[in-house]
């Protein structure tokens, strides 16, 4: 495996979307030592993200090729990628990245808990020479590696793709993955130095790795607590492959991987207004309460073309005892897609998730829930254009740190693209990056996010008669004000704040100022048809 480390320069860094300065907000950037003849043929996927000593932001990303080749016929290596990154303006402080011609199956971004080591910093991959290893490397905030500290040691052989590797906070490395030949789901747990302190394993009879038609996803591995010590593991079984039919399970462990309890959520529950979209790989997230309740996060549909997302609580029979919905923009060919959910450190609950329709109202979430789901707060961020024009976003993670920060990160690309004349010569190809959104930060007390972080939603965006709003129950709006692009005020609300009336307006560009009691205001521009 080659590394080669990098500096990035302003000069290499290309915004693909000017997000607004204030501080605790990350901007969204491109920059990639790879040449820009790759643009098209490479994805960038990212992995996971720690906080560094000093609060700057650690990202681990792949490079996975589209393309064996380039257009010039040369080979696209796979690359494994770090960048460290600001946490205030989002600057890209240092890189480092690793070939692998092979492609690397999986690397895990991880962080010590119990050491004063300069080498905190841990980087997992699964290697296939002579056999299925693990190998570790350390390094330090500056993204020095010290060789001397790399362990490399053997795991089984069943080991593929489908396994899952976490670092607990005992520094342990827990493994889950599935041995076909036995008809097993395995879990083992080993030592920084490569010693196997435990192992349990579970057969289809009790923890199912199959179902009817052959296939149950994983969907994850997490620790659920510390005192005691536990582990959730989750994921699906389809039985249904057009979406609507399944069921979500979930098993919470103790530290010895004996089951503590087990849910099954079944999609036909009668009774409600809805189904769901169980094999959607954006959905299905599981958090553990180690009291026999756990909350399960699931994507579902009032219609066909009406999509939301919810968070439910159930019992240890799983039985669902509350629930709280989102769908804050309810219109036609509306998507909404869960993200990911975590615990922040008082036991509160962030989920955040992203919305998407053919029109206009486009947006990433983030939504803060007490254990009872009342909702404490929701953001939004990332406001873009549809059908694919210019900019878009592909979130895939979201991470909670220590000190209440709430990182939503994933892919973005740019693109100029024709799509009723794909042989339109102006076609240009899609260039992608990455995407870091600071979507809260308790460190700064930042209340306020600038015009691209909201704690309120508008659509539809354009308009043809009325504008609606959706907002955060932490915010009380005062007023409503529309004035046109020479900066006169047309109309104002200083009532209804969830809606305004744009019917009689002149087609054109407008500017709607929402103005709220605690002095803050957001102003964004409004198009009328």
């Known amino acids: 495996m080659k590394k080669n480390k990098t500096t990035c320069t302003v000069g290499k860094i290309i915004f693909l979307m000017a997000l607004m300065t204030t501080t605790g907000v990350l901007q969204a950037q491109h920059c990639d030592s790879i040449p820009n003849h790759l643009a098209g043929h490479y994805c960038l996927w990212p992995g996971n993200a720690i906080q560094l000593a000093d609060g700057n932001i650690l990202i681990e990303c792949k490079q996975d090729s589209l393309t064996t080749n380039d257009i010039n016929q040369e080979f ?3 690359l494994v990628k770090y960048y460290k990154i600001s946490r205030y303006g989002a600057a890209i402080m240092d890189s480092i990245f690793f070939e692998d011609t092979n492609s690397v199956a ?3 971004l991880e962080q010590l808990h119990k050491t004063d080591n300069k080498y905190r910093n841990l980087m997992i991959n699964r290697i296939t020479a002579n056999g299925t290893c693990l190998n570790i490397k350390f390094f330090d905030d500056d993204l020095n590696f010290n060789d001397e500290l790399e362990v490399t040691f053997p795991v089984p052989e069943e080991i593929t793709n489908g396994y899952f590797c976490i670092l607990d906070s005992n520094d342990d490395i827990i493994l889950t993955y599935r041995n076909w030949t036995e008809s097993e789901t395995c879990f083992a747990r080993y030592g920084l130095d490569g010693t196997l302190k435990h192992t349990k394993a ?3 009879s009790i923890m199912p790795i199959t179902d009817s038609l052959g296939y149950v996803r994983q969907d994850g591995l997490r620790q659920n607590g510390n005192n005691p010590l536990g582990y959730d593991y989750f994921g699906a079984k389809v039985r249904n492959l057009n979406m609507k039919e399944g069921t979500v399970w979930g098993y919470e462990l103790d530290s010895l991987f004996n089951i503590r309890h087990s849910f099954e959520l079944n999609d036909s529950i009668s009774g409600y207004p809805y189904y769901y979209y169980t094999i959607n790989p954006y959905s299905d997230l599981m958090i553990s309460q180690g009291d026999g309740t756990a909350y399960f996060s699931r994507n579902i549909g009032w219609q ?3 999509w939301g ?3 439910q609580k159930v019992n240890e029979y799983s039985e669902v005892i509350d629930e709280v919905q989102f769908q804050p923009c309810p219109r036609p060919n509306n998507q909404v897609k869960g993200i990911n959910m975590e ?3 008082d036991g509160n609950i962030c989920y955040s998730f992203f919305g998407l329709d053919m029109d206009s109202c486009h947006y990433v979430a983030t939504v803060k829930v007490d254990p009872d789901l009342n909702i404490l707060w929701e953001r939004y961020a990332m406001r873009m254009q549809a059908p694919y024009q210019e900019f878009m976003c592909e979130p895939t993670t979201m991470k909670v740190f220590g000190d209440g920060a709430v990182l939503v990160f994933g892919q973005t690309f740019a693109i100029n693209w024709d799509f009723n004349n794909q042989s339109n010569p102006n076609n240009q190809p899609w260039l992608r990056g990455l995407f870091l959104t600071l979507m809260y930060d308790e460190v700064e007390n930042v209340a306020e996010f ?8 508008t659509y539809p965006n354009p308009v043809h008669d009325q504008i609606c709003l959706h907002y955060s129950p932490d ?7 529309l004035y046109d692009m020479q900066g006169r005020l047309i109309r104002k609300h200083n009532d209804n704040f969830e809606h305004f009336d744009m019917e009689g307006l002149l087609a054109g560009q407008y500017v709607l100022k929402v103005v709220f009691y605690d002095g803050t205001n957001y102003s964004e521009k409004i198009i009328k048809k």
Do not use: S
Not at 450 to 457: D, S, V
Not at 475 to 481: N, W
């Open 343 to 345: 615990k922040d450190r």
């Open 309 to 311: 997302t919810v968070i």
């Open 202 to 204: 579970y057969h289809d």
């Open 76 to 78: 696209i290596p796979y």
């Open 106 to 108: 999986q690397d895990i």
């Open 304 to 306: 066909p073309t009406r």
């Open 450 to 457: 600038g015009n691209a972080f909201r704690p309120y939603l």
């Open 475 to 481: 915010v009380q709006p005062k007023a409503l004000e």
